[in-house]
């Protein structure tokens, strides 16, 4: 198990950048495949971007390719999530999920339940 806490959300205009941290506590960081998912008000928990425990691969959201790039720092216990060209629609609580994925398939790493462990979110809001 590992605790998980997500910081760098905040206010931004249209065209702005963020980068999201998420720092975890706990053991074997580094055999975790680590995920970003957001949730906006109303609407069910999406997957926006994942990195494979060993750093080598990355998946994202059709919606943020080329806008979002995902990273981590195994030394650091910590993954990023860099967020340039925010459109309004970005706009949500962003999470961070740890899990033991290591399949070649993308298509798990977009699934919460293949996660185990979750932050509480940080807020994301993209003015217009």
């Not at 806490?5 to 206010?11: D, N």
């Not at 995920?35 to 069910?44: I, L, N, S, T, V």
């Not at 926006?48 to 030394?75: E, L, M, P, Q, W």
Request: charged share 20%; net charge neutral; glycine share 10%.
């Amino acid at each position: 198990q590992v605790q998980l806490v997500e910081s760098g959300g905040g206010l931004v205009q249209t065209g702005g950048s963020l980068r999201l941290s998420c720092a975890a506590s706990g053991r074997s960081f580094s055999s975790y495949a680590m995920g970003w998912f957001r949730q906006a008000p109303g609407k069910r928990r999406d997957f926006v971007a994942a990195i494979t425990y060993d750093g080598r691969s990355t998946h994202y959201r059709d919606h943020v390719k080329g806008r979002f790039s995902i990273s981590r720092d195994n030394t650091k216990n910590t993954v990023y999530l860099q967020m340039n060209s925010l459109k309004p629609e970005d706009t949500a609580v962003y999470y961070c999920a740890a899990g033991h994925i290591d399949y070649r398939d993308s298509y798990y790493y977009t699934l919460t339940d293949e996660y185990d462990d979750w932050g509480q979110g940080t807020q994301v809001t993209v003015s217009s």
